[in-house]
T-cell receptor, first 111, second 115 residues
Framework: GQQVMQIPQYQHVQEGEDFTTYCNSSTTLSNIQWYKQRPGGHPVFLIQLVKSGEVKKQKRLTFQFGEAKKNSSLHITATQTTDVGTYFCAGSRSNDYKLSFGAGTTVTVRA | DGGITQSPKYLFRKEGQNVTLSCEQNLNHDAMYWYRQDPGQGLRLIYYSQIVNDFQKGDIAEGYSVSREKKESFPLTVTSAQKNPTAFYLC??????????????FGPGTRLTVL
């Protein structure tokens, strides 16, 4: 079945620094989505990428979808304490509406 | 307010008892899902349903059962056959669109502890 791998599992970041989390799929995806789960909360949809090579920005967050539509990345610049949480990528295949979630990257921030 | 509700937030049960977790949505979404979340393992799909009176097994359906008698409701029963039921359970819903715009909306979750 489809597998979505996400690295790193944990990211400890100094406040103000940048970091990137990566997502890789064993199969070609029709779209990739990113979610954020705050500690004690539930996943909340951030963004969806559909086109090959697509790049989208949300303030300090930059999302990228690979040319082959098998990988994606989330880059956060100037990390703040509000960025704490777990970031999940999720993808679906062209013939399916269900999502396969990565294991997530849990981000902690040192002030 | 539109959204998904799950109750209760915390649930404790004795080993060997069945327990049913509720999930209700007023987003008018056709598709609903149940996930299990364990530390370090992300979200694993238990069951999903695209329309009323129809549902499919996900990746880890053993020891669980569901029903979909109404569009708004998708209750999950954790049976005594589930060997390790203690976990955080998340319900979600979406428009079952293939290819795009199928983002999922999650409920607040139920944390089940089996003693």
């Amino acid at each position: 079945g489809q597998q979505v791998m996400q690295i790193p599992q944990y990211q400890h970041v100094q406040e103000g620094e940048d970091f990137t989390t990566y997502c890789n799929s064993s199969t070609t995806l029709s779209n990739i989505q990113w979610y954020k789960q705050r500690p004690g909360g539930h996943p909340v949809f951030l963004i969806q990428l559909v086109k090959s090579g697509e790049v989208k920005k949300q303030k300090r967050l930059t999302f990228q979808f690979g040319e082959a539509k098998k990988n994606s990345s989330l880059h956060i610049t100037a990390t703040q304490t509000t960025d704490v949480g777990t970031y999940f990528c999720a993808g679906s295949r062209s013939n399916d509406y269900k999502l396969s979630f990565g294991a997530g990257t849990t981000v902690t921030v040192r002030a | 307010d539109g959204g998904i509700t799950q109750s209760p937030k915390y649930l404790f049960r004795k080993e060997g008892q069945n327990v049913t977790l509720s999930c209700e949505q007023n987003l008018n979404h056709d598709a609903m899902y149940w996930y299990r979340q364990d530390p370090g393992q992300g979200l694993r799909l238990i069951y999903y349903s695209q329309i009323v009176n129809d549902f499919q097994k996900g990746d880890i359906a053993e020891g669980y059962s569901v029903s979909r008698e109404k569009k708004e409701s998708f209750p999950l029963t954790v049976t005594s056959a589930q060997k390790n039921p203690t976990a955080f359970y998340l319900c979600a819903s979406s428009i079952p669109t293939v290819g795009s715009y199928n983002e999922q909306f999650f409920g607040p979750g139920t944390r089940l502890t089996v003693l």
